[in-house]
């Protein structure tokens, strides 16, 4: 039966079920899950200061990561609407982005990008046109941030999710 619900209905006496006795149990965790830790949040818009109060490996909660996922990976909370759009690929604020500081960004890649002479963090898709960088939200509502030598990519966005 693996990790999913199991209804054992021969198991319990019928007349348990009807005075408030349970025919379904807690399935047990798959083999190999991970975890990374929430750290903090990206400003999915303008350049916005992020802090990091954790030290490497904690957080304030912890998420699930698929075996794939690279030794350092983190999760932060998309803030903002700048990579929110109205078809395609699409992060609306709420959004959690796992982040990896060892992937290897690439033409068309979501990453996550620090201003090198401040604090201040972006989320957007790295766009390369003739050896030329540039970091493009999905918003069409935004502008196009050249990248200058200004600033570096903190990591590479390999799987997003919403929580409710």
Request: hydrophobic share 35%.
């Amino acid at each position: 039966m693996g990790s999913e619900m199991c209804i054992r209905d021969r198991d319990i006496p019928h007349q348990d079920m009807w005075e408030g006795g349970s025919n379904v149990e807690e399935a047990p965790a798959p083999y190999g899950v991970r975890q990374a830790p929430v750290i903090s949040w990206v400003q999915a818009g303008e350049w916005t200061e992020a802090v990091d109060l954790h030290h490497p490996g904690y957080g304030d909660s912890y998420e699930s990561v698929p075996d794939s996922a690279g030794a350092h990976v983190f999760w932060l909370r998309v803030v903002g609407d700048s990579m929110t759009a109205a078809s395609g690929t699409s992060i609306p604020e709420g959004h959690l982005i796992l982040v990896d500081p060892d992937g290897d960004p690439k033409n068309g890649s979501l990453v996550v990008a620090k201003l090198e002479d401040s604090q201040e963090v972006t989320f957007k898709k790295l766009v390369i046109d003739a050896g030329q960088k540039y970091l493009k939200p999905l918003n069409p509502n935004y502008k196009t941030i050249p990248i200058n030598g200004n600033c570096r990519i903190v990591g590479v966005v390999i799987e997003a999710k919403i929580k409710f």
